[in-house]
């Protein structure tokens, strides 16, 4: 199980000695970076540009896994529970590979990877945005991504499993690059590696290994896929987590540097104690951090993993999330937030869902949330890739 960290505290900018600040005449806002594959796809380079051009103008709801499962279904052609709560699919779509790296015909949480492909180039037929995250194993001890053996040093050049891992690494370049259009193009991904490294929980991040090693791994990480491999259709988002224990989070701290990233996210979750408006507050705190970042170093924003575990609030969407990501021009620089998975305890050990579902008591508020003018759903979106792409709209 994830360790989960709850967010409350607020993400402070450091001016970290590992990532130098810009410069006071350019920190108000650096004109936007370049992307970190100069080689970039045609439809790759058309989203980063899609992504800056709708920074401050609106904001995409995403969801994990939203056409593999739901609350009460699995695997069934055309569903999604954000469509059947709100009307649309969701606009982007998070995807899981761990286990990807073994070998295995499916993910730690049991979507198989080939249904995985369709449903990712389905999504990006209909003009959908895909992200996805990669729990690896352990490369050191064999265990989960959730096993602390420490490893990160023996991946990197010159350690004793640096060979092995980039061969983990082919099998991502090979997915990747399996991800086809209709005329053949390669489907755009945001890739987000390595993420919530600023908790310990994960074999990459904390206490487990130093800043400069994680650097390290993101830079050998990039240019193996990149320069090595040929893997062209990558967009690489960093993904802080918000701190749970009130500590101010230093958040470039393990930043690899402009020249590595092109999004910057933060993952945050509800403190289910808090009452709404600290909750907002607290959101709006980290939103603001990594607005106030991204605008910094000339990058893209996102909210990259949040939400409220069984959203036991039935208004949280538009009392809280909402006002968080509306609060001012730091926080609306966000360009999709993305809610987590909808398990339940059919398949672990608690009810483990962050959308509604048809029916659920916050599916009305998320409706409201869905008709926000700011919030942008599937069957709203612009052409993201430079090409009009076929519309399956649904009903409003
Ligand atoms: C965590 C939990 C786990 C899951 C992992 C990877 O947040 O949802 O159940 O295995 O993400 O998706």
């Not at 602390?148 to 092995?164: E, F, M, N, Q, S």
């Not at 092109?262 to 509800?270: A, Q």
Request: with cysteine; hydrophobic share 40%; charged share 20%.
């Amino acid at each position: 199980m994830r360790v989960r960290a709850l967010a409350g505290a607020t993400l402070l900018l450091a001016a970290a000695a590992c990532a130098p600040a810009p410069s006071p005449e350019t920190a108000s806002a650096a004109a936007r970076a370049p992307m970190v594959d100069a080689r970039a796809t045609t439809e790759t380079r058309a989203l980063f540009d899609a992504l800056h051009a709708l920074t401050g103008r609106g904001v995409m709801l995403g969801h994990q896994d939203a056409l593999a499962y739901g609350v009460r279904w699995a695997v069934e052609p055309g569903r999604s529970d954000v469509r059947e709560a709100a009307g649309s699919h969701p606009a982007v779509y998070g995807w899981e590979l761990g286990h990807l790296e073994i070998g295995r015909p499916a993910n730690l949480d049991g979507v198989d990877f080939a249904r995985m492909r369709g449903w990712i180039v389905d999504a990006y037929r209909r003009g959908g945005v895909v992200t996805i995250s990669w729990h690896l194993n352990n490369p050191v001890s064999g265990g989960s991504s959730w096993d602390t053996t420490r490893a990160v040093a023996a991946i990197l050049p010159g350690g004793a499993r640096h060979d092995a891992y980039l061969r983990w690494l082919d099998t991502f370049a090979d997915f990747a690059t399996s991800l086809r259009g209709a005329r053949g193009e390669l489907v755009p991904v945001v890739f987000r590696p390595y993420h919530e490294m600023s908790g310990s929980w994960f074999w990459w991040g904390g206490r487990l290994t130093t800043p400069e090693d994680y650097k390290r791994l993101w830079r050998m990480t990039v240019e193996h896929l990149r320069d090595r491999r040929g893997v062209h259709n990558l967009l690489y988002a960093y993904a802080p987590n918000s701190s749970g224990d009130q500590t101010a989070l230093r958040y470039l701290d393990h930043y690899p540097g402009d020249e590595w990233v092109d999004v910057m996210g933060v993952d945050t979750y509800v403190r289910p104690q808090q009452s709404p408006a600290q909750q907002q507050a607290a959101l709006a705190a980290d939103l603001r951090a990594v607005g106030a970042a991204a605008r910094a170093h000339g990058k893209i924003a996102a909210l990259t993993e949040t939400g409220f575990e069984t959203l036991p609030d039935s208004l949280w969407f538009t009392r809280t999330l909402l006002p968080a990501l509306r609060a001012d021009s730091l926080t609306r620089r966000a360009t999709w937030v993305l809610l987590w998975r909808n398990a339940t305890r059919a398949t672990r050990d608690n009810d483990h869902f962050y959308a509604p579902y048809a029916g659920h008591p916050s599916a009305s508020d998320f409706k409201h949330f869905r008709d926000d003018p700011f919030v942008l759903f599937e069957d709203e979106l612009p052409d993201l890739y430079g090409r009009a792409a076929p519309r399956t709209a649904t009903p409003r």
